[in-house]
């Protein structure tokens, strides 16, 4: 797809409000998981997903139909999504949000392995390097966490495991369907998955899984901005990547780690200490050197390909 430089700048703004969006995804997950369990809040964040977006769908005249691979594909997705919106909000509910998305944001590096390990994709040693290195910031964001909030500390990196795996499945997806349908497909697909496992962890007595519902209003404000902010914030970036090209907006996702810390503060009053505005600092540099690199190695690739058609008219 072809960006024109008039197309670019809403795709930027879109990103930029993704990046004040997204946070309070983490926010409101946060205060609903102060009150009921966190696969509860789990749940509830798809639930409204859906509802807000089969209007969306409606309007639009989208069509519900899907192949067997897209429907596969799809019931990927929704598990992957469950197991990072879970491992996240578990996270935030005892870390500060700054600290858990930090150590998330490793999900380029961890997209970068798989694409080496498992795609047998070309990957240099400079991006492999930069990996490691932002690897080694998200230790240091960890390590106090760890040491005050025990294993859950590590959650953080589920969560960017899980969303590594939701993006390349996206990817494949974004073929098989549109990009409105598959949200809604995915919150619908995800919402009937977490029903069955909260109704074993409850009868198991799993607090994680119990089903709880508390009648305060203040909960559901809460669990109902989850699913909005979750459903406003996918769209954004949706339609940010349609506009421009991914290369431009990559380096502005790290803003949302600034806007994080910001409402994590004005919220809860939490604020990162030095060792872990140190790792911030190197996983922002290592992923941002690694965007460098994908954009040189573009370039480089570009006029090597470029008079392959000739040649094999020639041939």
């Not at 990817?171 to 109704?199: D, F, G, K, N």
Request: positive net charge.
């Amino acid at each position: 797809m072809s960006h024109s430089p008039d197309r670019i700048l809403p795709g930027v703004a879109l990103m930029i409000a993704f990046c004040i969006i997204a946070p309070l995804i983490d926010v409101s997950s946060k205060a609903a998981a102060q009150a009921v369990p966190v696969g509860v809040v789990t749940l509830g964040r798809f639930v409204v997903q859906a509802a807000l977006m089969l209007p969306v769908v409606l309007v639009m005249g989208l069509s519900w139909r899907m192949s067997p691979v897209a429907l596969r594909l799809l019931l990927a997705r929704a598990s992957v999504s469950i197991l990072a919106t879970f491992c996240f909000i578990a996270a935030v509910q005892v870390m500060p949000i700054a600290d858990a998305l930090a150590v998330a944001f490793v999900e380029p590096f961890i997209i970068l392995l798989i694409g080496k390990l498992v795609m047998h994709e070309q990957v240099g040693p400079r991006r492999l390097g930069a990996a490691a290195v932002g690897f080694g910031g998200a230790l240091l964001v960890i390590q106090p966490s760890f040491a005050m909030f025990g294993a859950v500390a590590l959650f953080p990196l589920g969560t960017a495991l899980f969303f590594a795996l939701y993006m390349l499945i996206t990817r494949r997806l974004s073929r098989e369907m549109h990009a409105v349908t598959m949200q809604l497909h995915t919150a619908i697909a995800a919402a009937l998955i977490c029903l069955p496992l909260l109704l074993i962890g409850h009868l198991s007595g799993v607090r994680a899984f119990a089903f709880a519902l508390p009648p305060s209003l203040p909960f559901w404000g809460w669990c109902f901005g989850v699913g909005l902010a979750a459903t406003i914030s996918h769209m954004a970036i949706t339609y940010a990547l349609q506009f421009a090209p991914s290369s431009t907006l990559a380096p502005l996702h790290y803003l949302e780690i600034v806007t994080a810390t910001l409402f994590g503060y004005l919220v809860f009053a939490d604020f990162p200490g030095g060792m872990t505005w140190t790792g911030i600092a190197i996983i922002v540099a290592s992923g941002l050197y690694v965007i460098h690199r994908e954009r040189v190695t573009a370039r480089v690739n570009r006029p090597a390909q470029a008079p392959a058609p000739a040649r094999a008219a020639q041939d």
